[in-house]
């Protein structure tokens, strides 16, 4: 096998950092849009904590405008893509934080991934458990 040059593995190192940081980052919105949902929904209302709700949502909101100004978005698709495609497609079955609103490069960018056929056969639908 052939060695990398520095410049090859500056290269693949940034690229695969860049996918792994996104796809963290929609890790982190799956985590805050379940704590938003238990806090707003699931949990019982005498024991709901509207600060932990609050902060949930600042994080959802936050990091959507993150992504908004990535210009990793229009990178070729990668594992990143993938994982904050069907992370915004669960915050949206939810119901969770408007995503797309005020944010034109994300929700183009969405909707396009939307019409992806994987994304299409495992659209979510009617009552889940989670």
């Given at each position: 096998m052939a060695l990398m040059t520095s410049m090859m593995r500056t290269r693949f190192c940034g690229a695969r950092?860049?996918?792994?940081?996104?796809?963290?980052?929609?890790?982190?919105?799956?985590?805050?849009?379940?704590?938003?949902?238990?806090?707003?929904?699931?949990?019982?209302?005498?024991?709901?904590?509207?600060p932990i709700a609050d902060g949930m949502t600042i994080k959802l909101i936050e990091s959507c405008d993150f992504v908004e100004r990535d210009p990793g978005l229009d990178d070729p698709i990668h594992i990143g893509h993938i994982a904050l495609a069907t992370a915004l497609a669960w915050l949206e079955f939810r119901r969770l934080p408007e995503f797309?609103?005020?944010?034109?490069?994300?929700?183009?960018?969405?909707?396009a991934f939307l019409q992806r056929p994987s994304m299409q056969k495992t659209d979510y639908a009617g009552e889940t458990h989670d």
């Open positions: 950092r860049a996918a792994l940081r996104l796809q963290a980052l929609a890790h982190g919105l799956c985590d805050a849009g379940i704590a938003l949902r238990w806090e707003t929904e699931r949990r019982p209302e005498p024991l709901r904590y509207k797309c609103q005020g944010r034109p490069r994300l929700s183009h960018w969405y909707r």
